[in-house]
């Protein structure tokens, strides 16, 4: 799971927000500011003809000028309901335009994923990558990419729609993942895999066997827990439709057009396909792609396959 930065719809708050702001923009661009500057020109013309005339022999020329600054800034400045809506458009519009569509933030609140993010991970997401989708109904309106075995994408699953999750893309349209004994296969290939040194959990302290696995391209660490069976058959709710089998140490799962297979890279501690099913790529939200931030721990500021 993924904590979005802001509310629980940021998304559509940001929306309304937007929606609300351009209008009041565009009434003051179009009515309410003329209306400032005609008032402003006849009360500036009557400040000419009669008031600076008794300041110019009071007080000078400059007072003069001054005093019809002061009253010309009064004048045309923004009554206090425009100023809290129309003037934080262009902001609000950008940060709309933005996380909409060339990145959003999130934030890692689980280990579901480590070692390649850790808890307290500051992430950016790529919105275009695999196409240009319209805010909020999140539907794709152009087709650039789509996702590839081996990404660290961003979706919201089948059985909970109103939640962001981040895992790796395993199995694409199509493909057959079997899931045995803590090896993957995909379309009957087994996934090369090498062992590498054991991962010290910095917050938990516990010692995982680490190996990096390559898909395609692509090639990542994972950890594993040998005493862990394959799948937690007790936690499975896989939908009634899905074209699985399923036991303790095997699974086989046929990947339905237009889904994907997906797996956390810390194993035996993910709640993933083999437990829910497919991710719809209607669902996508966008490729996981950098570290911007981790308070515990500056070092982790970069890139990550």
């Not at 262009?90 to 993010?117: D, K």
């Not at 074209?243 to 297979?261: Q, T």
Request: glycine share 6%; proline share 6%.
């Amino acid at each position: 799971m993924l904590d979005n930065l802001g509310a629980l719809n940021f998304a559509l708050i940001l929306f309304w927000l937007t929606l609300l702001t351009g209008i009041m923009y565009g009434l003051d661009l179009i009515v309410f500011k003329k209306k400032r500057i005609a008032a402003a020109s006849e009360a500036l013309t009557q400040f000419d003809a009669s008031s600076a005339l008794s300041i110019r022999a009071a007080e000078g020329e400059k007072a003069a000028v001054q005093a019809r600054k002061k009253l010309q800034e009064k004048l045309l400045r923004q009554p206090w309901w425009l100023e809290y809506t129309a003037s934080f458009f262009p902001v609000i519009a950008t940060v709309f335009f933005l996380r909409s569509f060339i990145a959003e933030p999130f934030r890692i609140p689980s280990g579901s994923m480590i070692p390649t993010l850790l808890v307290g991970d500051l992430i950016l997401v790529n919105k275009f990558t695999y196409g240009i989708r319209l805010p909020v109904i999140n539907k794709k309106i152009i087709d650039i990419g789509s996702p590839q075995r081996g990404d660290v994408m961003v979706f919201k699953p089948p059985h909970e729609p109103e939640k962001d999750y981040i895992k790796r893309v395993i199995g694409l349209p199509g493909d057959v993942v079997e899931y045995s004994n803590k090896r993957l296969k995909i379309n009957g290939q087994e996934i090369p895999i090498r062992e590498m040194p054991d991962f010290l959990d910095p917050d938990r302290h516990l010692v995982s066997k680490q190996l990096a696995e390559k898909l395609g391209a692509t090639e990542h660490l994972i950890l594993n827990n040998d005493d862990a069976p394959s799948i937690n058959v007790a936690l499975s709710h896989l939908p009634a439709n899905a074209d699985c089998e399923i036991s303790a140490d095997r699974m086989l799962c046929k990947v339905p057009p237009g889904h994907y297979f997906m797996m956390g890279d810390n194993r035996d501690n993910s709640i993933d396909s083999r437990y829910w099913g497919f991710a719809a790529d209607t669902n996508v939200v966008g490729k996981a792609f950098f570290i911007w931030m981790n308070f515990s721990n500056i070092n982790r500021i970069g890139s990550f396959k």
